[in-house]
């Protein structure tokens, strides 16, 4: 009878909160019932857990899951989305959410690429928060809500994937530096992007204060607002990215940083037709953006020739873009000297035609006397 009240109370939690504890399931029972939460692996969860000889957790979806996955500090996990779509159970919880200390990598081993990760149109939180170690290398994260579909707190490596924001207020992707206590106030929000696509209606990627964004390659497309609005520190040096009606990039300084600074080497920034490349919001800044603005590479279609080192200069390519490159070096006029004439020679010359002057002036004073006397 004990047994049977057990299970029915721990089937009560999970119809309540939805929560998958990876150690909870069985293999650490005592660290759940501490917690209040539970992992329950009976059919319909769709949720395969499995734990390595190694201590990690290898999380499996077996099919569409309706789930709030959490990792909690010291627990290390892979979860492959296997073409299924993962969405947050409770309102107030996101779909994944990695403690500090935890740590998350994402994958989509499916042929077809369609694992997801999404939130119930009632949900309060983004799509997933990461405040310990996040690796996602791909799958499919999608909102139309207004609240980013990934929020970084801490530690975030991007690989791949597609990430899609289609509301029209919030960005697809952010930095932002932790509020409450539950993660040091020492950590920097850093975000570093190898490869990936990010659309949204907003900003593609925004880098708030005191946070630090690296984008090395992916393409970025924001339909009306930034693909980078960076307002702490970012370093662009590949990538494409495009805003459709605004600028590419916009960089600012709130009042509220300890450093600002815009670093480009390379990658294609493309912007509306009647917008610059890079827009600097200064209005309240304490910080000399421009002085920690430094382009030394990149493809653009505004010209930004005022941000470029004395070494560098834009130059047009084949399609109409504005190209960075090293500074030809003017070479200097060489002066033509006039040969030296030979003094001998010289002399020569002088004497003969001095002599043809005086032959000259001889005859022509004979033709006037014989007219004279004629």
Not at 181 to 192: A, G, L
Request: aromatic share 6%.
């Amino acid at each position: 009878m004990k047994k049977l009240k057990l299970l029915t109370m721990i089937a009560a939690i999970f119809l309540f909160c939805g929560v998958v504890n990876v150690n909870a399931a069985t293999v650490d029972s005592e660290k759940a019932d501490e917690r209040g939460q539970f992992y329950v692996g009976s059919d319909g969860t769709n949720v395969e857990v499995t734990k390595e000889e190694d201590g990690t957790f290898s999380v499996k979806l077996t099919g569409d899951a309706i789930q709030d996955l959490i990792i909690f500090e010291g627990e290390e996990v892979v979860l492959d989305l296997n073409g299924f779509t993962l969405t947050n159970f409770t309102d107030a919880c996101e779909a994944i959410k990695v403690r500090h200390g935890g740590k998350l990598t994402i994958m989509d081993s499916s042929e077809a690429g369609t694992g997801t990760v999404t939130q119930k149109e009632t949900s309060v939180f983004s799509g997933i928060t990461n405040q310990g170690t996040l690796i996602i290398n791909s799958g499919n994260f999608t909102t139309s809500l207004s609240q980013y579909i990934l929020r970084n707190e801490n530690d975030l490596t991007i690989n791949g994937g597609v990430f899609t924001n289609n509301s029209k207020d919030t960005s697809a992707v952010g930095n932002i530096v932790n509020l409450d206590s539950s993660v040091p106030e020492d950590v920097t929000p850093t975000m570093v992007i190898n490869q990936g696509t990010f659309e949204a209606v907003s900003n593609a990627v925004k880098n708030n204060e005191n946070s630090k964004v690296e984008i090395i390659g992916g393409t970025f497309t924001s339909e009306n607002a930034y693909a980078l609005d960076n307002w702490a520190d970012a370093t662009v040096s590949g990538g494409s990215l495009t805003s459709l009606n605004n600028s590419a990039i916009r960089y600012g300084d709130s009042g509220n940083t300890t450093s600002a600074s815009l670093i480009i080497t390379g990658g294609k920034i493309t912007s509306s037709e009647l917008a610059e490349d890079i827009t600097i919001d200064d209005e309240n800044a304490v910080i000399d953006l421009k002085a920690n603005l430094e382009i030394t590479g990149g493809t653009f279609t505004s010209d930004i020739s005022e941000y470029l080192p004395t070494d560098k200069e834009l130059v047009e390519d084949e399609n109409g873009n504005l190209v960075v490159v090293e500074k030809k070096e003017e070479t200097p006029a060489t002066p033509v000297e006039n040969p030296e004439e030979n003094p001998d020679t010289s002399d020569i010359n002088v004497v003969f035609f001095a002599s043809l002057c005086l032959l000259g002036l001889a005859g022509l004073t004979y033709t006037l006397r014989r007219r004279k006397f004629n």
